[in-house]
């Protein structure tokens, strides 16, 4: 799964790094939780690339609740082209979600430790996204982020990953027909990222900043009887 992710790289970056014609400012964020605003990317009517904050937590258009959503941050890719839940919007609603990196947590004897995982310049995640009309009229726009097996940076800590889609591919993610995206519902390839434990203080949503990322020693952590 992916539960928490980071965003720190400025406006000025994001539009040059993804091509946007449209990008809003966006206060830098270390510890990103399902529920909150996220910035997203999709393709305008009039086929440009824009980011706009969505509502991290997927509400199907056909939804009678949008308690939905909280059930619905993560989409695995082996039934996104099929379950109800994602099937519309894998077909014609995809999006990017960028990110400087995300945290998993790896289960160590009784503990689970958090790790930071990232690369070496701001990548995007593949995500689907979905309007969803409210009782009093108005439209919550959300999104969720698409999920798979871990490649072999992962494996050791979490057995899913997000579906980090290349920049060769962004285009194709965002435009073409679902069928022709299937290729791309893959583990990212092993040298693509980096990985080192963090401090545990990231279990706390409320705690948002940029020590949340530094490295630590396990070794000065482990609690006695623990796997390493």
């Known amino acids: 799964m992916c539960g928490r992710f980071a965003l720190k790289t400025p406006r000025a970056r994001l539009s040059e790094r993804f091509g946007l014609a449209e990008c809003m400012d966006l206060v830098p964020r270390y510890n990103i939780p399902p529920g909150t605003e996220v910035a997203a ?4 009517p009039e086929g440009k690339r824009v980011l706009h904050l969505l509502r991290w937590g997927l509400v199907p258009h056909w939804a009678k609740d949008s308690a939905i959503g909280a059930k619905l941050s993560n989409a695995r890719a082996e039934g996104v082209a099929d379950k109800p839940s994602f099937r519309d919007a894998f077909r014609c609603r995809r999006c990017l ?13 009784k503990d689970k430790q958090p790790y930071f995982i990232h690369q070496d310049d701001t990548f995007a995640m593949a995500g689907l996204w979905s309007s969803w009309r409210q009782p009093d009229g108005g439209v919550l726009r959300t999104c969720c982020i698409i999920t798979t097996g871990p490649n072999g940076v992962m494996a050791p800590i979490h057995d899913r990953m997000p579906v980090i889609v290349a920049p060769a591919d962004w285009e194709r993610w965002l435009t073409a027909p679902g069928a022709a995206v299937q290729d791309l519902l893959r583990p990212c390839p ?13 279990n706390r949503t409320a705690d948002d900043d940029p020590g949340l990322m530094d490295p630590i020693s396990l070794d000065a952590l ?7």
């Open 190 to 202: 092993d040298a693509d990222l980096r990985a080192w434990p963090v401090d545990r203080r990231v």
């Open 41 to 44: 990317i999709r393709v305008s």
């Open 97 to 109: 979600m960028p990110a400087d990196g995300f945290y998993e947590w790896q289960t160590r004897g």
């Open 222 to 228: 482990a609690p006695p009887g623990s796997v390493s």
